[in-house]
């Protein structure tokens, strides 16, 4: 991986940011700008700042949902979900959605939004055209992480403690079955739907791999620090993993189980996108207030 460029964005007084997403067709890169309260809009193919979207208190989740268009925003502080349009940038409306919500996943088969809320610590299923909560599910722990398993046609949320991963059904928001994590604090998550893994950054300084199907841990590849978000490109089988302190974004080889490569990011540095279409990982610097532009070989 070699670097391309920084773009600056807006600055901000001490904070930084949080999870971010890139929709596919545009290219555009969607960031939750947590110590502003706002969602940065970039063009990732120009590396240019678009636009400044407010209204997004403690903005934390950021999900793209690629076939409908549309980028959801988890306003942590006043427990709100922004639905933005992906082609205009309009902020479409907003979804009251519990206390704090936090993770988001998206399954395009019913449409609907899992929101993990880090307060109370429930799962709620949102519909986002109605405006309306679907479900509600009291999770075992602080949920982290989640994401949706199209093959498997479940919800799959990181639990804090005990460390573990949540499967939840779609349709209701159920937990259908909990499988165990060796390591402490599941944190970042991502899913080989080909390979049926789910890869689970941890606190305690490793990645864990888990198979979906069985339920079983395969293996637990140490990395060098707490880590947050992870990112899987499966056709390069690489795995990034983004960690704050130093300041780095371990590459694991997946077939192997090493981390083989190190990109240096800046200290504080916890969060990154990917864009599997291009190629391109984005990383957003908050002692600098830039992102720094990266690009497979």
């Known amino acids: 991986m070699f670097f391309l460029q920084f ?21 555009r890169v969607y960031v939750a700008h947590t110590a ?4 940065e809009v970039i063009d990732g193919e120009q590396a240019k700042h678009l636009t400044t979207l407010t209204g997004c208190v403690e903005a934390s989740g950021i999900i793209c949902a690629q076939n409908e268009n549309l980028v959801f925003a988890a306003a942590r502080g006043n427990g709100r979900i922004l639905v933005i349009d992906a082609l205009t940038n309009q902020v ?8 704090m ?10 449409k609907q939004l899992l ?49 573990g ?35 689970v950054a941890c606190d ?13 841990q395969e293996a637990a590849v140490p990395i060098g620090g707490g880590p947050d978000v992870i990112w899987l490109n499966a056709d390069r089988q690489r795995l990034y993993c983004a960690i704050g302190k130093p300041g780095v974004i371990e590459v694991i080889d997946t077939e192997k ?14 969060t990154f996108t990917f864009d599997r279409k291009r190629q391109r990982l984005y990383a957003f610097l908050p002692k600098s207030c830039r992102m720094g532009i990266y690009e497979e070989k």
């Open 7 to 27: 773009t600056d964005l807006p600055p901000h007084q001490p904070g930084g940011f949080d999870h971010a997403d890139v929709h596919l067709k545009s290219g």
């Open 36 to 39: 502003t309260g706002t969602v």
């Open 92 to 99: 479409l409306q907003e979804v009251l959605a519990g206390s």
């Open 101 to 110: 919500p936090n993770g988001l996943a998206w399954d395009s088969n019913l």
């Open 115 to 163: 929101v993990a809320d880090v307060e109370d610590n429930h799962a709620r299923l949102v519909d986002p055209y109605s405006r309306k909560v679907v479900s509600a599910t009291k999770l075992p722990g602080r949920p982290r992480w989640c994401a949706y398993s199209n093959k498997k046609n479940a919800f799959l949320v990181n639990v804090l403690e005990p460390p």
């Open 165 to 199: 991963l949540a499967i939840l059904a779609p349709e209701n928001g159920a937990q259908k079955s909990f499988m165990p994590i060796s390591v402490s604090g599941p944190h970042g998550l991502d899913i080989d739907e080909t390979k049926d893994k789910a890869y």
């Open 204 to 216: 305690g300084g490793a990645v864990v791999v888990l198979n979906i199907t069985t339920g079983h």
């Open 257 to 270: 189980l090493i981390a083989d490569e190190k990109v240096t990011t800046e200290e504080g540095a916890h």
